[in-house]
């Protein structure tokens, strides 16, 4: 099994539990082919869905055709990663509560918002980074100074950090699984700023056991944004699988093309993703998405790369370079204009520290 065939094959299996068609071509698949297991453990664990996989194999009853070392050691990973969400979601509502006694209402984004939402028949299902959420202008500097002062402090400890203006920046605790990600914005991209932010999802936000989150058409739009602009999906013309199962599962939720259609400049790249959804998962009749000439021509370079992976490569260094250049060049023209970026790059600057790490980092010690 080649890439391609790898990826398809995972994605497929991912809607098993959801497509009686999909799930009667895989099984006929297990039975008659010979699967290349140690390329799906690859494939599945670099996208974060391998637990995702193991899911739906057994609620399908499908463990009886994987070799019985890998469903033991996909059961060890599974379990692993339960308890880990068990503890983000505890971490989570514990965050809640405390914000919620000061008068602050977070609203919990991406994986964290996906748990708590109830979202996944297996809490198991999705591999969890920090525990997000959003605040209002007015509430962000608050929410900072109580979450310092209940014992989060800087995961990274330099002494200067880069001004975000997306987020402030990470900050951890003792005896805490997770670390969080206190939001203003939802996007850095200034061009969108005005039509995702938090005025847009407040509006139509839903509360769960007490807990606030996004509305299942935002959710859906933010997994989507996740991928294509926060990681430059759009230009890289790839996909995440997992956050193309959430879009998925949301499809069942609501309406693709109504979601989708409810922003102006971030529509195209949206509804772009949701194409190669449709695709990679063989056709899921909840996809839906507007056939238009920039999704068909989007299309045509995302399955073509999976043909060529050496020109692929040379693609993609391509891209990195212009994006890294884009951003170094951003960067420059803030040092100009606001103070607080001058101060982070003139401390950079003149941080030792900075080029032993650099050093490292390029295999010069």
């Known amino acids: 099994m080649n890439y391609k065939e790898t990826l398809f094959f995972i994605a497929k299996c991912l809607t098993i539990s959801l497509e009686e068609k999909n799930r009667d071509e895989i099984e006929i698949f297990l039975k008659t082919t010979d699967v290349d297991w140690d390329a799906v453990?690859?494939?599945?664990?670099?996208?974060?869905?391998?637990?995702?996989?193991?899911?739906?194999?057994?609620?399908?009853?499908?463990?009886?055709?994987?070799?019985?070392?890998?469903?033991?050691?996909?059961?060890?990973?599974?379990?692993?990663?339960?308890?880990?969400?068990?503890?983000?979601?505890?971490?989570a509502q514990e965050l809640n509560s405390l914000l919620l006694a000061n008068n602050i209402k977070p609203i919990f984004l991406k994986g964290t918002g996906n748990l708590l939402a109830g979202m996944?028949?297996?809490?198991?299902?999705?591999?969890?980074?920090?525990?997000?959420?959003?605040?209002?202008?007015?509430?962000?500097?608050?929410?900072?100074?109580?979450?310092?002062?209940?014992?989060?402090?800087?995961?990274?400890?330099?002494?200067?950090?880069?001004?975000?203006?997306?987020?402030?920046?990470?900050?951890?605790?003792?005896?805490?699984?997770?670390?969080?990600?206190?939001?203003?914005?939802?996007?850095?991209?200034?061009?969108?700023?005005?039509?995702?932010?938090?005025?847009?999802?407040?509006?139509?936000?839903?509360?769960?056991?007490?807990?606030?989150?996004?509305?299942?058409?935002?959710?859906?739009?933010?997994?989507?944004?996740?991928?294509q602009i926060n990681d430059s999906g759009f230009y890289y013309k790839t996909m995440a699988l997992r956050n193309?199962?959430?879009?998925?599962?949301?499809?069942?939720?609501?309406?693709?093309?109504?979601a989708v259609n409810a922003l102006d400049k971030l529509a195209n790249p949206l509804n772009c993703f949701l194409a190669a959804c449709y695709e990679v998962f063989d056709r899921v009749d909840s996809l839906k998405y507007n056939n238009t000439k920039k999704t068909a021509y989007y299309l045509s370079v995302f399955k073509s790369q999976f043909a060529n992976s050496k020109t692929t490569k040379i693609r993609h260094k391509f891209i990195k370079t212009y994006l890294f250049l884009k951003?170094?060049?951003?960067?420059?023209?803030?040092?100009?204009?606001?103070?607080?970026?001058?101060?982070?790059?003139?401390?950079?600057?003149?941080?030792?520290n900075w080029y032993h790490r650099k050093l490292i980092q390029f295999g010069i010690k």
């Open 41 to 91: 453990v690859k494939v599945s664990t670099a996208h974060y869905v391998f637990p995702a996989l193991y899911c739906n194999f057994k609620r399908a009853d499908f463990l009886k055709y994987l070799p019985a070392d890998l469903v033991e050691y996909i059961i060890h990973i599974t379990n692993l990663n339960r308890d880990r969400n068990t503890q983000i979601i505890q971490q």
């Open 120 to 227: 996944y028949e297996d809490i198991a299902e999705r591999m969890v980074g920090d525990i997000d959420f959003i605040f209002s202008k007015e509430d962000y500097p608050k929410a900072i100074t109580i979450l310092r002062e209940f014992g989060y402090s800087d995961v990274n400890k330099y002494k200067y950090h880069f001004p975000n203006k997306k987020h402030y920046r990470r900050l951890q605790k003792e005896n805490n699984i997770a670390a969080i990600e206190i939001h203003k914005e939802l996007l850095d991209i200034k061009k969108y700023v005005n039509e995702f932010n938090y005025s847009f999802v407040e509006k139509d936000n839903q509360i769960v056991n007490g807990v606030t989150i996004l509305s299942y058409a935002n959710k859906l739009n933010l997994s989507i944004i996740a991928n």
């Open 244 to 258: 193309a199962y959430d879009v998925l599962l949301l499809s069942k939720k609501t309406n693709t093309k109504d």
């Open 327 to 352: 951003t170094r060049l951003n960067i420059l023209y803030k040092s100009i204009i606001y103070k607080e970026y001058r101060v982070w790059l003139f401390n950079l600057l003149t941080d030792k």
